[in-house]
């Protein structure tokens, strides 16, 4: 079955950094888009980057030159490199794909910016 491990989140300052990731299992990791997406308290879910089955990167304009979304198809693995963090990008991250008929949702990893 699919399973989305995400991991990496913690306290920064602003202006820090982070590196989170998404341990994939249950699919072929390479053919799949992945999505990061963000859910800060009281507000609506936002889709913050996704990277296709070819590599191609497309992110939200609110991170766009301090986030980088990659992948390592060896490991199975999704990451989000957050740089020059701000208060606003505090958030349960998640990482997500989308199957036939259903999206698959990780636990989350939470970041916070204080």
């Known amino acids: 079955h699919v399973q989305l491990v995400e991991s990496g989140g913690g306290l920064v300052q602003p202006g820090g950094s982070l590196r989170l990731s998404c341990a994939a299992s249950?699919?072929?990791?390479?053919?799949?888009?992945m999505y990061w997406v963000r859910q800060a308290p009281g507000k609506e879910r936002e889709g913050v980057a996704v990277i296709d089955s070819d590599g191609s990167t497309t992110y939200a304009d609110s991170v766009k030159g301090r986030f980088t979304i990659s992948q390592d198809n060896a490991k199975n693995t999704l990451y989000l490199q957050l740089t020059n963090l701000k208060t606003e990008d505090t958030a349960m991250y998640y990482c997500?794909?989308?199957?036939?008929?259903?999206?698959?949702w990780g636990q989350g990893t939470q970041v916070t910016v204080s």
């Open positions: 997500a794909t989308l199957g036939r008929s259903t999206a698959y």
């Open positions: 249950g699919f072929i990791f390479s053919s799949y888009w």
